[in-house]
């Protein structure tokens, strides 16, 4: 599985972005498919989920009603709308997708095996 995502950008607090990963190489309907988020000196942790044939997305608990996941599945790309972004947004965005992960895992970066190359957001005054 190949993933290429991009979107990241400088935004002031308040404002929005929409980042994008494109899938290729693989059937996706096992896979599930998420977004994490590494700031500096952090260790990467879950933003939000969805599998790829299923639409009940799951979110870390502090994007919940900021943050919607979704997927295009006739572009096979997976998208993060974010809203409000605040400055602890701020952080390397990545993309990441594993074969048939079991529910309790999926917030669980070693549970995906694909990940993208990473977007940087910053969200700043």
């Known amino acids: 599985v190949q993933l290429q995502a991009s979107g990241g950008g400088l935004v002031p607090p308040g404002d929005s972005l929409r980042l994008s990963c494109a899938l290729s190489g693989v059937n996706l309907d096992y896979y599930a498919i998420a977004w994490f988020r590494q700031a500096t000196g952090k260790e990467r942790e879950f933003v939000a989920g969805?599998?790829?044939?299923?639409?009940?997305?799951f979110y870390l608990d502090s994007v919940k009603g900021r943050f919607t996941i979704s997927r295009d599945n006739a572009k096979s790309t997976l998208y993060l709308q974010m809203n409000s972004l605040q400055p602890e947004d701020t952080a390397v965005y990545y993309c990441?997708?594993?074969?048939?992960?079991?529910?309790?895992?999926?917030?669980?970066?070693?549970?995906?095996?694909?990940w993208g190359q990473g977007t940087q957001v910053t969200v700043s005054s």
């Open positions: 990441a997708a594993g074969l048939g992960i079991i529910h309790s895992n999926l917030r669980i970066p070693s549970s995906y095996d694909n």
């Open positions: 969805i599998k790829w044939t299923n639409s009940n997305p």
